[in-house]
């Protein structure tokens, strides 16, 4: 313990580091080794103790992190933004055009409202259409492996043309309606933030009405021992849990076989938070939820990637 001690004393030491703090911080310390990981809003204050690390409460940042992406686009100006929950800041994208002139390389009327010049003729469309795949081509680099969501800022027409030659699949039907040219990227970011807690919460719902729907086809479960055995076998796809929920116990991570303890300790370490813990190593979905939204108030549930 003195040496854990030590090393959370020379963190809160570090006057640097304490300057360039987010809005929640995670801490995970050994005698060996800490990390240290800021988080872009704050889960709720907890200390444990253990031979593990805990990493239920950070399920919901997992899951759905608080951030997205706004790409602000008109024919007069493009802009790539990263928005977290408190910030919201242009990123500079290789290749990506500042706007259509620059992308086609020759001068566009600008007698006519960006949206009616949209309608104008085929040949605008065609132009516009070129626009979009180069959008789309500089940001593939960008956005390669991620799962962040993507929202448009841009009028209707312009909207469809681009989700027309758009290849990024977490790319969301809502869109930012308006000239964004005219928006700060903290306007852009307050109506982004929205739609994404919205996107959220939809995807929760999805996976929900798999369960109650499947529970009598082998897909899916809320039992806590069968759950615990097939996420042993990295045959969980999906897992959700209630972040606030516990059950004191133990898994064997060889059987997934479960022991239930009277009360927490160092060694009986949450259960649940060991399922999740095995699903995220299985490379399987954790998401959040509420005990309340199943008929029996089971604190997890799982949609499994095959039958047993």
């Known amino acids: 313990m003195a040496l854990v001690e030590a090393r959370l004393t020379e ?5 640097a580091y304490w300057a360039y703090l987010a809005d929640g911080l995670a ?8 990390r240290t990981f800021r988080l872009p809003m704050a889960p709720g204050a907890e200390v444990q103790v253990s031979d593990r690390f805990h990493v239920k409460p950070l399920v919901p940042l997992l899951s759905f992190p608080g951030t997205c992406f706004v790409l602000a ?3 007069g100006a493009t802009r790539f933004v990263e928005v977290s929950s408190s910030l919201a800041q242009v990123v500079k994208v290789d290749g990506l055009p500042k706007n259509m002139s620059d992308a086609v390389k020759r001068k566009l009327p600008r007698d ?9 003729g085929e040949g605008m469309k065609v132009l516009t259409g070129q626009y979009c795949r180069m959008i789309d081509r500089a940001l593939r680099p960008i956005l ?27 790319l969301m039907r809502s869109v930012i309606i308006g000239n964004p040219e005219k928006k700060t990227e903290d306007v852009l970011a307050e109506e982004a933030r929205g739609i ?3 996107y959220g919460k939809k995807v929760v719902g999805e996976r929900l009405k798999i369960v109650k729907e499947g529970a009598n086809k082998d897909l899916t479960s809320t039992d806590l021992a069968q759950i615990a055995q097939a996420a042993a076998r990295g045959q969980v796809g999906t897992l959700l849990v209630d972040v606030k929920a516990s059950c004191p116990g133990t898994i064997d991570t060889d059987s997934g076989s ?23 190593r299985a490379r399987g979905e954790v998401l959040p939820m509420r005990s309340s939204a199943l008929a029996n108030g089971s604190p997890v549930a799982a949609i499994f990637r095959y039958r047993s």
Do not use: W
Not at 262 to 277: C, I, P, R
């Open 258 to 280: 479960i022991k239930i303890a009277d009360h927490s300790s160092a060694t009986t370490y949450d259960v649940l938070d060991e399922l999740v813990g095995l699903t995220i």
């Open 27 to 34: 801490v995970f310390v050994t005698s060996k080794e800490m």
């Open 11 to 15: 963190l809160h030491d570090d006057k």
């Open 112 to 120: 006519r409202a960006p949206a009616r010049r949209i309608q104008g």
């Open 144 to 170: 390669s492996g991620l799962t962040t969501p993507l929202i448009l800022a841009t009028v209707k027409e312009l909207a469809a043309i681009y989700e027309a030659h758009n290849s990024y699949p977490y």
């Open 73 to 75: 686009l008109s024919q």
């Open 196 to 198: 994404a807690a919205s």
